[in-house]
């Protein structure tokens, strides 16, 4: 395993501790609105401590971009560590034990590094750059669908972007009238790694932010799939649109979109 991917694992770990065993205590979790249908809790700034406390030990000279901390570090750096320290926080706080701490590393503006850990679970989802994605140390591979036919796509519901919500619907409608069923599951890390991991076919969510899918980006595309915007494009990482899965299938649910969009979905 590369260095500095073995630092990013012990932090997801120690990030992971910290999450399950507020999970058994969820009467003594503090949570907060930070904005529309957004949610932070203690447990979530607790993570992101550990987490940034062990990269900054290891490489103090490193930046670092948190979403509930914002940004550590000079700006000056070749390397930016991108951190979601619980990606899932609704499903956290309501009980729901699927959720993921999300750590990624970018080298000259390249995804180089990545994990996402399912503290639950104890699944440890890895990439390097050049060097394929594991699942607990194991190889694996995007499925090899050929088109929608038979497939499980996963999505994200535009819950904080409810002014795209008739495009979306749209789209919804004709995706799920291509493959064989839709899942929702509130995780987008999470959602990213079973692509790469072949149980889910694919994935598209409006307005996601970089820390939710920096990660799972790079371990998709170490197991053989593609991400891109809804236009086919690399504009993903300012407009937070993201679709993926194996080269076949996201062509697939590229052409199935495309004519459900509206203008500010094609930037």
């Not at 120690?14 to 609105?33: C, E, P």
């Not at 499903?91 to 701490?101: D, L, Q, R």
């Not at 499925?143 to 789209?171: M, Q, R, V, W």
């Given at each position: 395993?590369?260095?500095?991917?073995?630092?990013?694992?012990?932090?997801?770990r120690s990030?992971?501790?910290?999450?399950?065993?507020?999970?058994?205590?969820?009467?003594?979790?503090q949570?907060?609105?930070?904005?529309?249908?957004?949610f932070v809790?203690?447990?979530?700034?607790e993570?992101?401590?550990?987490?940034?406390?062990?990269?900054?030990?290891s490489?103090?000279?490193?930046?670092?971009v948190?979403?509930e901390?914002?940004?550590?570090?000079s700006?000056?750096s070749?390397?930016?560590?991108?951190?979601?320290?619980l990606d899932g926080?609704?499903?956290?706080?309501k009980g729901i034990?699927h959720?993921?701490?999300?750590i990624?590393?970018?080298?000259?503006g390249?995804?180089?590094q990545?994990?996402?850990?399912?503290?639950?679970?104890?699944?440890?989802?890895?990439a390097?750059r050049?060097?394929?994605?594991?699942?607990?140390g194991r190889?694996?591979?995007?499925?090899?669908?050929?088109?929608?036919s038979g497939t499980?796509i996963?999505?994200?519901?535009?819950?904080?972007?409810?002014?795209?919500?008739?495009?979306?619907?749209e789209?919804?409608?004709?995706?799920l009238?291509?493959a064989?069923d839709?899942?929702r599951?509130g995780?987008a890390?999470?959602?990213?790694?079973?692509?790469?991991?072949?149980?889910?076919?694919?994935f598209?969510?409006?307005?996601l932010k970089p820390w939710?899918?920096?990660a799972?980006e790079?371990i998709?595309?170490?197991?053989?799939?593609?991400?891109?915007?809804?236009?086919?494009?690399?504009?993903?990482?300012?407009?937070?649109n993201i679709?993926?899965?194996?080269?076949?299938v996201?062509?697939?649910?590229?052409k199935?979109?495309?004519?459900?969009?509206t203008?500010?979905?094609?930037?």
């Amino acid at each position: 395993m590369h260095p500095m991917l073995n630092i990013a694992v012990r932090a997801a770990r120690s990030a992971g501790n910290i999450i399950a065993r507020a999970s058994g205590q969820l009467d003594m979790v503090q949570t907060t609105q930070k904005g529309t249908n957004d949610f932070v809790t203690n447990v979530d700034k607790e993570a992101e401590q550990a987490i940034v406390q062990i990269l900054r030990k290891s490489y103090p000279d490193h930046d670092i971009v948190a979403e509930e901390g914002g940004e550590y570090g000079s700006n000056n750096s070749d390397y930016q560590w991108v951190i979601d320290p619980l990606d899932g926080t609704a499903n956290f706080i309501k009980g729901i034990p699927h959720y993921a701490v999300s750590i990624a590393l970018r080298y000259r503006g390249k995804l180089d590094q990545a994990v996402i850990f399912d503290p639950l679970r104890g699944e440890v989802f890895t990439a390097s750059r050049g060097g394929g994605a594991q699942l607990n140390g194991r190889r694996i591979r995007v499925s090899n669908a050929n088109d929608l036919s038979g497939t499980i796509i996963a999505t994200g519901f535009p819950f904080k972007h409810k002014h795209h919500l008739d495009a979306y619907s749209e789209c919804f409608k004709s995706m799920l009238t291509n493959a064989a069923d839709m899942r929702r599951t509130g995780s987008a890390a999470l959602d990213l790694a079973y692509v790469a991991a072949g149980r889910f076919d694919g994935f598209w969510e409006i307005g996601l932010k970089p820390w939710d899918f920096a990660a799972g980006e790079l371990i998709l595309r170490e197991a053989g799939g593609l991400v891109s915007d809804f236009v086919g494009g690399n504009n993903h990482l300012k407009s937070g649109n993201i679709v993926a899965g194996n080269p076949k299938v996201l062509a697939a649910m590229l052409k199935t979109i495309r004519p459900h969009l509206t203008d500010s979905l094609m930037k």
